[in-house]
């Protein structure tokens, strides 16, 4: 039974470490749009105001996916090693 | 204080008031979902505001580091939007941690307003379209 509960919670936490690998993603896409911004205010200065609205929400909308990571990883290590452990105790008690 | 608000890019002050203000409006449905769900205590209205603080505050942050990168060269902007993401990352897994390890917050209250940006900005068109 310990065994099983051990898997259980290491699966879960490496599942979870896994998780945030994505969140490595979001950063380098912010950072090539941010790059790409750069060259492109350096040719028109004049829409500066324009690149940084149209950044900032490009930008937020990249990080979801970084944030959608940590929800999966947080929900790995917080709720699933209850439920499942549940799970497994109910089935053994029957 | 007042000095260094007035050197933040207006375009930053105007999207972030936007992101806040829904991310406001969004936490007030959230908090009569949870009522009418006969969910509500204290410790929803607390992990709502953490996670609406942060929400804003990371859309924030993000704009203040935007402003910054856009004044730079090509290859340091890029770095310095990179570690910036990492650090706005770790600050959110953090609050999450804090919202379902302590107990006076509720976890998923906390979670949730995170993604009210997002919400904020997939509406911003509908609204748009309105004043036009």
């Known amino acids: ?94 | 204080m007042r000095e260094w608000f007035s050197k933040i890019d207006p375009t930053v002050k105007k999207e972030s008031l936007y992101i806040a203000s829904i991310t406001g409006i969004l936490s007030l449905l959230l908090q009569a979902g949870f009522l009418i769900a006969r969910h509500w205590d204290y410790t929803v209205l607390l992990g709502n505001l953490l996670g609406g603080v942060t929400a804003a505050g990371n859309f924030f942050l993000m704009g203040i580091t935007v402003q910054k990168a856009v004044a730079r060269e090509q290859k340091p902007a890029a770095d310095l939007m990179k570690f910036s993401q990492t650090m706005r990352l770790l600050m959110q897994l953090a609050v999450a941690v804090l919202g379902f390890a302590l107990p006076c917050f509720n976890g998923y209250a906390v979670i949730i307003p995170l993604f009210f940006p997002r919400i904020a900005i997939m509406i911003r068109p509908f609204l748009d379209k309105k004043r036009q």
């Open chain 1, 1 to 94: 039974m310990e065994l099983a509960i051990g898997i259980i919670l290491g699966c879960c936490a490496l599942g979870a470490g896994c998780a945030m690998i994505a969140g490595i993603g979001p950063g380098i896409g912010e950072g090539n749009a941010v790059a790409a911004a750069c060259e492109a205010i350096g040719r028109q200065p004049e829409s500066k105001g324009d690149v940084t609205s149209t950044m900032l929400m490009g930008c937020a909308v990249a990080e979801t996916t970084g944030l959608y990571a940590l929800v999966i990883a947080i929900l790995l290590i917080f709720v699933a090693p209850r439920m499942l452990v549940n799970i497994l105790l109910e089935a053994v008690g029957k």
